[in-house]
């Protein structure tokens, strides 16, 4: 059996970017890039991951009690409740509570299949506009996702584009800026028109080159902002084409509803990037702050355990765990996997032997 190290695996998918001069290896095991150096493979930051460090807890936290207390409630009118149990025991409300502790990543797993299978769905559709293949396109046109918030999603979703006469560049590509060491997949890129809703697009425009990114969540987040704007940043970076506009275009996790963000204009655009490459510093400082007390903390047990290693072979000297069943039958070569014999097997021995 072959094991491969991190990034060295001919199974892992490569992206060539700056007209080949870059090379990336990204590992699904590790959700991570690795850049091709002379010196080796480099580990390079992703933007998803970068965001998360500003990622409000209040919000979610809120969110996750309603969800368990919702599942309690559920639980108790369905089946523990009435004429199957006239007393609820503490081992059923035991059971209750684990289950409602789940809830939260229940509820998170159903809305995320939702907001796969709508982006699936999506993706699809813009792959087969690219490729010319209408057959495919009016196919998936008539078959719809199944699960009906998704299928709303994904109505929503080809209104906007028609709306917008969305004119599709690409979609799933990948971004990598060789400047600040980052890579992630932006979902799209393509030309896109105002449409006649003045609170989407306040003012009318033709023809803007437009990164678009598709979000499943029940809010809008800075985060998701920041995300955009980090792919936006690292395409400029490597085509040098001057992007417009960066839409968001949000697929609420629980009810499917669509919901827009339009964000123009380059100094907006520099804004979000900042913030971004200054949470991409931040939390590289994080890590090596965290490795520097993760190095400390190690040093610190490594002498701990040294000195304890110290006084227990100073107590196995005087009597080491096997002398308790030592019968003193054959002289032993040493104890405790040391060369040097006890005093109390040596007793047991000289005793015996004496």
Not at 60 to 88: F, N, P
Not at 343 to 353: N, Q
Request: charged share 30%.
């Amino acid at each position: 059996m072959l094991i491969y190290a991190s990034g060295h695996s001919p199974n892992n998918p490569t992206f060539l970017f700056y007209d080949g001069t870059e090379k990336l290896t990204f590992v699904p095991e590790e959700w991570r890039y690795y850049r091709h150096t002379p010196q080796g493979l480099v580990p390079q930051d992703g933007v998803t991951g970068i965001t998360k460090l500003i990622t409000p807890s209040k919000p979610l936290m809120v969110w996750a009690v309603r969800k368990a207390l919702e599942k309690t409630k559920k639980l108790l009118m369905d089946g523990y409740v009435g004429e199957q149990a006239s007393v609820l025991y503490e081992s059923c409300l035991d059971e209750i509570l684990t289950k409602a502790k789940k809830a939260d990543e229940e509820s998170l797993e159903d809305a995320g299949e939702v907001g796969t299978d709508a982006h699936d769905w999506i993706e699809k559709v813009i792959k087969t506009i690219l490729s010319g293949n209408e057959e495919r396109r009016y196919e998936l046109l008539a078959h719809l996702p199944v699960d009906p918030r998704a299928e709303n999603a994904a109505i929503a979703a080809c209104e906007w584009i028609h709306a917008h006469n969305v004119r599709w560049i690409c979609t799933e590509r990948k971004c990598f800026s060789r400047k600040h060491g980052f890579a992630g997949t932006m979902d799209g890129l393509a030309w896109a028109d105002s449409c006649d809703d003045p609170s989407c697009c306040p003012t009318p425009f033709k023809n803007r080159r437009s990164v678009i990114d598709w979000k499943t969540s029940n809010a809008l987040r800075v985060g998701y902002i920041w995300q955009a704007a980090a792919y936006r940043g690292a395409y400029v970076e490597e085509m040098g084409e001057v992007i417009a506009d960066t839409w968001i275009l949000r697929l609420d996790k629980e009810t499917a509803a669509f919901d827009s963000w339009h964000i123009e204009g380059e100094e907006l655009f520099q804004e979000d990037f900042e913030g971004f490459l200054s949470c991409l510093d931040t939390h590289r400082r994080m890590e090596r702050a965290e490795d520097r007390v993760s190095g400390i903390k190690e040093k610190r047990t490594a002498t701990r355990r040294a000195a304890e290693k110290v006084i227990r072979d100073e107590a196995y000297a005087i009597e080491c765990p096997e002398a308790k069943n030592y019968k003193g039958s054959r002289q032993k070569k040493g104890c405790n996997g040391t060369k040097t014999v006890c005093l109390a097997c040596t007793k047991i021995w000289v005793d015996k032997h004496s």
